[in-house]
């Protein structure tokens, strides 16, 4: 991995911190209009769905099934890469389009027919307006793919700030017309929604268009595209079974209480902050490169690449992990505790922050490890290790969730993602890389212990400072800056003492020397 590629991660880091920052607002807004009432565990599910497909199709199965071949293509020709993207869109358009407009026609059909749960009648009818936005997001996540691939990240990157700007604005223009909390507001959001995922469809486009792609449709057959197809169902088993397995715990959620479902949506969110701005920017970078180099047949490049990703992604998510469980209250008080979500509930979701927290660095391991085997173009792997996650989380989200309540939920995620990851590891142990990453572990030991000195020292601010005794926001928010400060500079001192600086920047080779 060379400095390009750093410049890459960094770019991408800082393009989607600041989407990331802006869904934190969209969350606070939200909530703040709806608290975790019925109506908001009522749009989370339905807005679930269509991101269940956009994980599905756009950034799961039929993009890590594209970029590999669509890499190797557009390295031969051009035109053959512009080809096969508008074969894959003219596909995804037309079945999957197709598909959704049937679902949308039966669920008003079987809302305005049938007799149903409460619940069910106030969600119905906003899926059914939510499931056109899932063609839209994965189609502009096929043209994103193809813009990592040749190298461009930056522009498509900030595709999702378009979302949550639509979201939030649909909420405020909303909310001078209609009561906070009210199922009027509700449609308002999800039709902000759809709007937004128009604008990001548009965004990538408008940039792929500028590489001098001329979008047409094309339902011709190709071997291309036939080895796409053949990648997307052996990929789609492992990509539905991982959304799956989010929806199951949600659903599981719903049924037990209206509050449930905004609790683990909120503490989900907040984990996703780290995973999103670094470990994803990692993958999302190196996964081109790995294509590359499992193309060329590189072993020493492939290997360098998976391990200085190895210890990226750890480097970034333990600190983050412990940082967010030591500070998951004082965290929510300050970004949501607004209009109707209360102190009670900032005390109900704290606890289930800081166990979902945790998972944090197992799940953007488990991206990352996927990713290293979609770049071999090896698909079936990650849908066995997934398929045996989703029976062991139904498994354990039961039990543990008569046992400990909303907690055991959040529990069961974590102990299936440590699970999870231990398999894929397991499976990459028999490959010949795995040399390079025993030679890390000495520098995960480091991490780990600079990650707990961090800790440690957060912790000990934290008890000094006015968390307590209900202080002003602004006091808060000037404590959380002192105390996450420290935590930042004593984890920076701890790297430079450990020797980890290096581990960061360059990379390592086969033989043990570095470049």
């Given at each position: 991995m060379n400095s390009?590629?750093?410049?890459?991660?960094?770019?991408?880091?800082?393009?989607?911190?600041?989407?990331?920052?802006?869904?934190?607002?969209?969350?606070?807004?939200?909530?703040?209009?709806?608290?975790?009432?019925?109506?908001?565990?009522?749009?989370?599910?339905?807005?679930?769905?269509?991101?269940?497909?956009?994980?599905?199709?756009?950034?799961?199965?039929?993009?890590?099934?594209?970029?590999?071949?669509?890499?190797?293509?557009?390295?031969?020709?051009?035109?053959?890469?512009?080809?096969?993207?508008?074969?894959?869109?003219?596909?995804?358009?037309?079945?999957?389009?197709?598909s959704v407009a049937?679902?949308?026609?039966?669920?008003?059909?079987?809302?305005?027919?049938?007799?149903?749960?409460?619940?069910?009648?106030?969600?119905?009818?906003?899926?059914?307006?939510?499931?056109?936005?899932?063609?839209?997001?994965?189609?502009?996540?096929?043209?994103?793919?193809?813009?990592?691939?040749?190298?461009?990240?930056?522009?498509?990157?900030?595709?999702?700030?378009?979302?949550?700007?639509?979201?939030?604005?649909?909420?405020?223009i909303g909310g001078?017309?209609?009561?906070?909390?009210?199922?009027?507001?509700?449609?308002?959001?999800?039709?902000?929604?759809?709007?937004?995922?128009?604008?990001?469809?548009?965004?990538?486009?408008?940039?792929?268009?500028?590489?001098?792609?001329?979008?047409?449709?094309?339902?011709?057959?190709?071997?291309?595209?036939?080895?796409?197809?053949?990648?997307?169902?052996?990929?789609?088993?492992?990509?539905?079974?991982?959304?799956?397995?989010?929806?199951?715990?949600?659903?599981?959620?719903?049924?037990?209480?209206?509050?449930?479902?905004?609790?683990?949506?909120?503490?989900?969110?907040?984990?996703?902050?780290?995973?999103?701005?670094?470990?994803?920017?990692?993958?999302?970078?190196?996964?081109?490169?790995?294509?590359?180099?499992?193309?060329?047949?590189?072993?020493?490049?492939?290997?360098?690449?998976?391990?200085?990703?190895?210890?990226?992604?750890?480097?970034?998510?333990?600190?983050?992990?412990?940082?967010?469980?030591?500070?998951?209250?004082?965290?929510?008080?300050?970004?949501?505790?607004?209009?109707?979500?209360?102190?009670?509930?900032?005390?109900?979701?704290?606890?289930?922050?800081?166990?979902?927290?945790?998972?944090?660095?197992?799940?953007?391991?488990?991206?990352?490890?996927?990713?290293?085997?979609?770049?071999?173009?090896?698909?079936?792997?990650?849908?066995?290790?997934?398929?045996?996650?989703?029976?062991?989380?139904?498994?354990?989200?039961?039990?543990?969730?008569?046992?400990?309540?909303?907690?055991?939920?959040?529990?069961?995620?974590?102990?299936?993602?440590?699970?999870?990851?231990?398999?894929?590891?397991?499976?990459?142990?028999?490959?010949?890389?795995?040399?390079?990453?025993?030679?890390?572990?000495?520098?995960?030991?480091?991490?780990?212990?600079?990650?707990?000195?961090?800790?440690?020292?957060?912790?000990?601010?934290?008890?000094?400072?006015?968390?307590?005794?209900?202080?002003?926001?602004?006091?808060?928010?000037?404590?959380?800056?002192?105390?996450?400060?420290?935590?930042?500079?004593?984890?920076?001192?701890?790297?430079?003492?450990?020797?980890?600086?290096?581990?960061?920047?360059?990379?390592?080779?086969?033989?043990?020397?570095?470049?």
């Amino acid at each position: 991995m060379n400095s390009k590629s750093l410049r890459q991660i960094s770019s991408l880091s800082i393009s989607t911190t600041g989407s990331r920052i802006l869904g934190l607002v969209r969350d606070a807004t939200f909530f703040s209009y709806f608290g975790t009432s019925l109506l908001a565990s009522a749009f989370i599910i339905a807005f679930t769905i269509p991101n269940l497909f956009r994980r599905l199709l756009g950034e799961g199965a039929l993009s890590s099934a594209f970029l590999p071949v669509f890499s190797k293509k557009w390295n031969e020709s051009e035109s053959s890469g512009f080809q096969l993207l508008n074969q894959t869109l003219s596909r995804l358009i037309l079945y999957f389009g197709g598909s959704v407009a049937i679902a949308a026609t039966l669920l008003v059909t079987v809302h305005r027919f049938s007799p149903l749960p409460e619940k069910w009648e106030v969600t119905l009818p906003m899926l059914a307006l939510l499931l056109p936005y899932a063609v839209a997001i994965c189609v502009a996540a096929i043209i994103t793919a193809a813009l990592n691939a040749i190298g461009k990240f930056f522009i498509a990157s900030l595709s999702p700030i378009l979302l949550n700007l639509s979201m939030i604005s649909a909420l405020i223009i909303g909310g001078q017309f209609w009561e906070r909390g009210s199922e009027s507001l509700a449609y308002a959001l999800s039709a902000g929604v759809l709007l937004g995922g128009i604008l990001q469809m548009l965004l990538p486009a408008v940039q792929m268009i500028r590489n001098r792609w001329k979008p047409r449709p094309d339902l011709c057959n190709s071997e291309d595209f036939s080895r796409v197809k053949q990648l997307f169902w052996t990929a789609t088993g492992g990509a539905a079974i991982l959304q799956v397995n989010i929806l199951v715990t949600r659903l599981i959620a719903y049924q037990h209480s209206d509050e449930a479902v905004s609790q683990l949506y909120l503490s989900s969110r907040l984990t996703e902050l780290p995973l999103g701005v670094f470990a994803v920017a990692i993958y999302t970078v190196l996964f081109p490169l790995l294509s590359k180099h499992a193309a060329n047949e590189d072993t020493s490049a492939f290997s360098d690449t998976c391990s200085k990703g190895v210890v990226m992604t750890l480097g970034i998510t333990i600190p983050a992990a412990i940082g967010l469980m030591i500070l998951a209250g004082p965290i929510l008080s300050l970004l949501f505790e607004w209009g109707r979500f209360s102190g009670h509930d900032v005390a109900q979701t704290a606890p289930i922050l800081a166990i979902y927290s945790i998972s944090i660095p197992f799940y953007a391991l488990i991206s990352y490890l996927t990713r290293i085997f979609h770049s071999q173009q090896n698909m079936k792997a990650p849908v066995r290790v997934s398929a045996m996650a989703l029976v062991l989380n139904v498994i354990l989200s039961i039990a543990l969730m008569i046992a400990f309540d909303v907690k055991g939920l959040a529990s069961a995620t974590v102990i299936t993602s440590v699970c999870q990851f231990m398999m894929l590891s397991l499976l990459l142990s028999k490959q010949s890389w795995i040399t390079q990453v025993r030679g890390l572990w000495s520098q995960v030991i480091r991490i780990l212990i600079a990650s707990s000195l961090m800790g440690a020292v957060v912790f000990g601010v934290k008890t000094i400072l006015p968390l307590s005794a209900d202080p002003s926001r602004f006091i808060l928010l000037l404590s959380l800056v002192v105390i996450i400060s420290s935590g930042v500079v004593s984890y920076a001192v701890s790297v430079l003492a450990f020797g980890l600086r290096s581990s960061f920047t360059r990379p390592q080779v086969p033989n043990g020397k570095t470049d």
